[in-house]
T-cell receptor, first 116, second 112 residues
Framework: DTEVTQTPKHLVMGMTNKKSLKCEQH?????MYWYKQKAKKPPELMFV???????INESVPSRFSPECPNSSLLNLHLHALQPEDSALYLC???????????????FGEGSRLTVL | SQQGEEDPQALSIQEGENATMNCSYK?????LQWYRQNSGRGLVHLIL?????REKHSGRLRVTLDTSKKSSSLLITASRAADTASYFC????????????FGQGTELSVKP
């Protein structure tokens, strides 16, 4: 199984809502990632988890809260978002992530978020 | 500032022609990777080249890396309409494993 599964595929939320994006992989990978992608732009790194610990936070606003309950699951909790946070949120995984190198990332299809 | 810049931003060719995309970056890297993205979909890994490698092949893909010029190129030979997609280079920053930064991307259109 070489899939990364993201749910939901589409999410519409108001600025006062609390919602979560979910990501799951069963490849035994020990590193998981959240990227944000706006239309016609490259993916921007948000968070990296390595062995279930947060290893990289790219100065993401606190209204985005990541969680890694176990090595197969990655959540992104959303609260008090702004309309400019509307984007495609991509989850990815890799075998490992250490200073020497990471290797290829396997991406999910993304969750398209619209904030009204 | 951006780590990776790609050139051209858009490329339109006929089926059967070759497509070349270039990527430049600014700081030392562990490796450089190329990804493909169909519109609104997830990214698919194409090829990874390490900082001590100069050239790599995979099927119709050929990637070169020149660390002295901090640049890479992706060549797709004998293109097909199904190759139409956005192509991104991504650099993993030296000694910052996990920090994979994407370039601006090249939109490739292959006309039948």
């Amino acid at each position: 199984d070489t899939e990364v599964t993201q749910t939901p595929k589409h999410l519409v939320m108001g600025m006062t809502n609390k919602k979560s994006l979910k990501c799951e992989q069963h490849m035994g990978h020990r590193a998981m990632y959240w990227y944000k992608q706006k239309a016609k732009k490259p993916p921007e790194l948000m968070f990296v988890y390595s062995y279930e610990k947060l290893s990289i936070n790219e100065s993401v606003p606190s209204r985005f809260s990541p969680e890694c309950p176990n090595s197969s699951l990655l959540n992104l909790h959303l609260h008090a978002l702004q309309p400019e946070d509307s984007a495609l949120y991509l989850c990815a995984s890799s075998q490992e992530s250490d200073l020497r190198g990471t290797g290829e990332l396997f991406f999910g299809e993304g969750s398209r978020l619209t904030v009204l | 500032s951006q780590q990776g810049e790609e050139d051209p931003q858009a490329l339109s060719i006929q089926e059967g022609e070759n497509a070349t995309m270039n990527c430049s970056y600014k700081t030392s890297i562990n490796n450089l990777q190329w990804y493909r993205q169909n519109s609104g979909r997830g990214l698919v890994h194409l090829i990874l080249i390490r900082s001590n490698e100069r050239e790599k092949h995979s099927g119709r893909l050929r990637v070169t890396l020149d660390t002295s010029k901090k640049s890479s190129s992706l060549l797709i030979t004998a293109s097909r309409a199904a190759d139409t997609a956005s192509y991104f280079c991504a650099t993993e920053l030296y000694n910052q494993g996990g920090k994979l930064i994407f370039g601006q991307g090249t939109e490739l259109s292959v006309k039948p």
